[in-house]
């Protein structure tokens, strides 16, 4: 059986529900294929977090401040509850060397326009509760949140529905096709798709399926380990990240020679709270192909360091543990835009641990490039073809 | 009372009837996670060992998929539930 739409789009997690609203909304005619069910890969086993903070001060952070501004409607738009608070957000600092990083970073990205500022430990803890006594003090943005991200994922879905988009579960795509040198669609496990554009937003299932066109993206996954405790009255408030995590992901030349296990590992703290009481505690980084087990050193790991940072969380029970594969990129940006020698195909893909906050913006900038070719700000260090994407 | 059955919560933990149960089935999902993303059945204390039989054949009844295909839920840890206090202590065994 087969389809014709405006846009196909390859990928039913957050980005590419995101995606296939934003262009139904539009006015194009949408059908979005996922391979096994919405949210079945990273967006299902993710943190939650809208965090500001953790953004490099440049477009990152800047796409990130429109994507919290555009999140804040989203519930009201959709007509469905995402669950999206604005809590605040710190980022605990436990030494110097950290407290020289998070100086540097937080005025850069005051000058981008976020309101954040260290504070005491004393300050800190008439927010949080149970933090360590050894933190020499915490960054504090009121505009960090979380969202809900079956939520947020399923509200988008339903809202393109209601403006005709069709959304295919069971869909996986065993091919594209191709006439004239240019790709004009799909063939799934439940049918082809004639499309005038396909967007891959597979994350980091997306190398993948773009080589079966041939190309090579340099978009690796990364597994991120996540321990889920039982609900319970708040505790956590808003959401709490460690420097370490910062300094990880933008310095990681200080640890290159790191000897703990938990570094090796990538462990950073990702804390937050659920709208029902769960607390999250993340998270590694690992570089484990498309394994999304768990592992005992990685659960143990992930669990002492959040106890060193807050040993109130010690007693807090533990009900289930997930992991997921983060779709990294060496430059830590995502890739959005058309690939080069590859006419009809446009890539969206790459958020690594950003997936959910720059979900909304990414809606909009794909929408915005595919039906008006252009959008309101310079994307341009997001252009897909920064990488070397056809091997020669 | 007629609807009183459509009432019977399924997944205890978190209180999903069999209403909603149905609701997600209609929704599109085809497997045990995919009502559990849409209701959040199978996402409470038990984790799913109580609701997972009957939300199965729910599942097998509705010609969604057959019985045989239904993807078994990801396991995953713990078995039962603990402190995070206790992870940490395994190490100095």
């Known amino acids: 059986m087969g389809r014709t739409a405006d846009v196909a789009v390859i990928g039913g997690g957050v980005i590419g529900a995101s995606i296939a609203y934003r262009l139904a909304k539009a006015g194009k005619k949408v059908v979005l294929c996922e391979r096994y069910d919405l949210t079945a890969g990273a967006t299902g086993a993710c943190d939650q977090m809208v965090i500001l903070q953790s953004k490099n001060p440049g477009i990152h952070l800047r796409l990130a401040l429109d994507s919290a501004a555009m999140f804040q409607d989203l519930s009201r738009e959709l007509d469905y509850p995402i669950e999206y608070f604005r809590h605040g957000g710190m980022i605990t600092i436990e030494n110097e060397m950290e407290m020289g990083v998070m100086t540097d970073f937080v005025a850069r990205q005051k000058k981008i326009g976020l309101e ?229 195909l446009f890539l969206a893909a790459g958020h690594e641990g950003d997936g959910i906050a720059l979900s909304a913006i990414t809606g909009r900038i794909v929408a915005d490039l595919l039906t008006e070719g252009k959008t309101y700000t310079d994307i341009s260090p997001l252009d897909p073809n920064r990488f070397p994407l056809i091997a020669s | 009372m007629e609807n009183a059955d459509q009432e019977i919560i399924i997944c205890r933990c978190e209180e999903i009837s069999r209403r909603q149960i149905l609701a997600a089935i209609a929704d599109g999902a085809t497997t045990i996670k995919g009502v559990k993303i849409r209701t959040e059945a199978g996402m409470g204390l038990c984790q799913g060992r109580t609701c997972r039989r009957l939300i199965t054949q729910m599942l097998a009844q509705s010609g969604a998929r057959p019985a045989a295909e239904l993807y078994p839920p990801t396991s995953r840890p713990p078995v039962r539930t603990a402190q995070v206090g206790e992870y940490i202590r395994e190490e100095d065994d």
């Open chain 1, 116 to 344: 954040v500022e260290i504070i005491s430990r004393a300050d800190a803890a008439k927010r949080q509760r149970g933090l360590a006594d050894h933190l020499l003090g915490c960054t504090f943005s009121r505009q960090d949140g979380h969202v809900n991200p079956f939520k947020l994922t399923l509200g988008f879905a339903k809202a393109a529905k209601a403006l005709g988009a069709e959304i295919l579960i069971d869909a996986e795509v065993t091919g594209f096709k191709e006439e004239g040198g240019k790709i004009k669609g799909i063939k799934t496990a439940k049918g082809d798709v004639d499309a005038e554009v396909t967007v891959l937003a597979a994350g980091a299932w997306s190398p993948l399926v773009a080589a079966q066109v041939g190309l090579t993206l340099p978009i690796k996954p990364r597994r991120g380990q996540i321990i889920i405790t039982e609900p319970g009255p708040p505790y956590v408030v808003g959401g709490i990240l460690s420097a370490q995590y910062i300094v990880a992901k933008y310095h990681p030349e200080t640890l290159r020679d790191a000897k703990s296990r938990g570094v090796q590992l990538g462990v950073g703290l990702a804390l937050s709270q659920t709208a029902k009481g769960d607390i999250l505690i993340g998270a590694t980084r690992e570089f484990v192909d498309y394994e999304v087990s768990n592992t005992r050193e990685g659960i143990r790991e992930i669990l002492k360091n959040a106890a060193r940072l807050m040993p109130g969380l010690k007693k807090m029970n533990v009900i289930r543990i997930m992991g997921g594969s983060r779709p990294y990129t060496p430059d830590g940006l995502p890739l959005i835009g058309f690939p080069k020698g590859r006419e009809g």
